[in-house]
């Protein structure tokens, strides 16, 4: 019998990418979106695109029910839809921060809600949250967008264990920096103002860091193939780093030792990182 996925926020970037190679392998793909858009994923029978807002969750509820009625049943669940945000803490509104969770965390946790009753009914499935290689090593001025993914870092991590009486996976995919997928599509006014002038030297450096980046950055193709191997993966991992950066700085945060790994990630981000000079507050009394 042929699976069914339901990924969320495949109108462009790794949703698009990933939708198009699980329809390319067989699979039924219910493909959602915001605003749907039948031009973006070619025509096919295995495919059913429904409107999905991650912030409403009648909406999550209505998509999960159009695709159990288009294929009858829904065996696996990612979670790519999100925004992204630079900015310095800060300066940015409670506002903003809360637009980046309701989408980025909050939607996430609401999807997973919805799709376990259905999944443990089923007898099993699996759940793919989507984070970012931020969520293992934050670079500057991500601080919240970074939080937003750890978040589900931690609730993936400690949901796996909660669904394995179930047969339920839920895994990680972390996509690397990749500057040509949609992380500040749309984010332009909602970060218009959010690095202050006091920052615009610190902030330049870590630009022009970021241009020449230390591997090649993370290509759609590599979160799509990361995506299909957790969604197929018959073992018990849970992590799935997408991207060269992903996996270096997967090595350091895990496998080095905290000295260390914050010495390279300094280094990464050039001398307006330095290391603490200051004598400890213990010190200082």
Known sequence: MTSTILITGTSSGYGKATAELFLQRGWNVVATMRRPDAAVLPASPK????????????????????GIAAFGAIDVLVNNAGIGLASAVEATPDETIREVFATNTFGVFAACRAIIPHMRALGGGVIVN?????????MPLVALYAASKWAVEGFTESLSYELAPFDILARLVEPGYAPTTNFSAGSGPRMQGLIPADYAAFAQSCFERIA???????????????????????????????????????????STSEDYYLERMRDMFGPHVPAPVRAPLAARV
């Open 212 to 254: 020449n980046y230390p591997t090649p950055y993370c290509s759609e193709a590599e979160v799509a193939e990361a995506v299909f191997a957790a969604a197929t993966d018959a073992g018990h991992r849970i992590r799935y780093p997408a991207g060269a950066d992903t996996k270096l700085v997967s090595h350091l945060r895990w």
């Open 47 to 66: 495919l059913k695109i429904v409107p999905l807002d991650v912030t409403d969750a009648a909406s999550i509820e209505r998509a999960i029910a159009d």
């Open 130 to 138: 989507v984070t970012s290689s931020a969520a293992i090593a934050p």
